[in-house]
């Protein structure tokens, strides 16, 4: 159910390029983050590679790198990445996956991403009059071509690729239209991320207002924030295309989540996981926080410089960040009849308040328990298949057959209607 998506526990890394960006694109969170160190010397990449490899007694090791656009760093730095790697490997696999808006991949960096198998996860958000809406570059010109450009280079060199998509207010409203597009340009695994700024006070790029959180503040959000019902009726509309024909060819990340959750197995995204804290965020300056998401002053776990990864990441302050998830719940989350699905969604979005006034409950609530209701059937129909040893996409027949009884019967029933209508005009006639 999760393959296709990384591992929770991996390392997230913050490359050198820090918050510089390509585009003045809607998930750049380091909108959100005071100017970052962006500077890496070859002793600190060094010491993170050597350190995250012997933190992880797994065989296998996964790196993800991201944060503002990575490729920015240049093909060297790669190939100075994947040779440290090799180095210290002692006998793991190593798996890196980049998440990139695509406007800077040409053939070179396609050959380089084949001949060492990353997973390139590309940015994109609908179609041309969606994507650029807000995705635009530093000269406020479009990036759509740019991007598709870039994808179709991957397919040309067989680098597998996937895709993540920033749900934001506008093209919230078209979510069938955006679910068509993204596995029409060849997507077999999409990442839906709903976009949630806080207001804040300072200007930031085009004239927006910058948006940063201090957990728990309460505040607004801006106008191409997605509403959390917006982002319900969303969700529910692409499952329902999902489920139609691409069950088991088509993974959506948080289909993947809500559906391990009803099968009693363990979430494949943080946010809907009972506790945080299960990768690590280092960033080029050595710093290294509980969670990329959340990464303020007060969620830095320490310094490669001072400790290693495996002690922070074992340490009294990662553990207490971890369990504050499940332990900062609302009464109204904690008597939830989805709580083992949501487990009060992403801490970073509790600024709203419960029904009962609580402080600190989802912005994003309404919008989630909309889309359990909405998938509650399908979903326990897929869990009950596997359980029986048979595969999830299964559901789409039975339901497809469901369907057409229920059309059958109905048009029985409008059948016998006239019929006995008929018959009570020919009775009340004398006939």
Known sequence: MSEPFASLSHCRVVTASGSRCVADSCDCFHLERDKLDSEIDDSQLECLIQQYIEANASGEVTFCWQGGEPTLMGLAFFNKV?????????????RNVIQTDGTRINDEWCEFFRRHEFLVVISIDGPADLH????????????????????????????????LT???????????????????????????????????ARP?????????????????VTQRSVSSDGYGRFLSDVFDRWLQKDVGQVHVDMFDSVLSAWCDQPSSLCVLSPACGYSQAPEANGNVYHCLDCAYPQTKSGSIHKQTLAEMKSSATTVEFSLNKQRRLTGQCQSCSYRFACHGGCPKHRFSSSQSGEAQHNYLCEGFRQFFRHSASAMRLMRDLIARGRAPSDAMFI?????????????????????????????????
């Open 82 to 94: 994947v040779g440290l790697q090799q180095r210290y490997s002692d006998g793991r696999t190593i």
């Open 132 to 163: 650029d809406f807000y995705r635009l570059n530093k000269g406020e010109k479009a990036t759509y071509r740019r991007v598709m450009d870039a994808i179709e280079r991957l397919k040309l060199h067989g680098v597998r690729f996937s895709t």
């Open 166 to 200: 920033i749900v934001h207010a506008e093209n919230a409203k078209f979510p069938k239209r955006m679910y068509d597009f993204l596995v029409g340009i060849g997507s077999k695994a999409i990442q839906f991320v709903p976009l949630v700024e806080k207001l804040g």
């Open 204 to 220: 930031a790029l085009n004239g927006l207002t910058q948006a940063y959180s201090l957990l728990g503040n309460k505040s607004g």
């Open 399 to 431: 339901l497809q057959r469901q369907q057409v009884v229920t059309a059958e019967l109905a048009s029985s029933s409008d059948v016998l209607c006239s019929l006995e209508s008929d018959s009570a005009c020919k009775c009340g006639s004398g006939m």
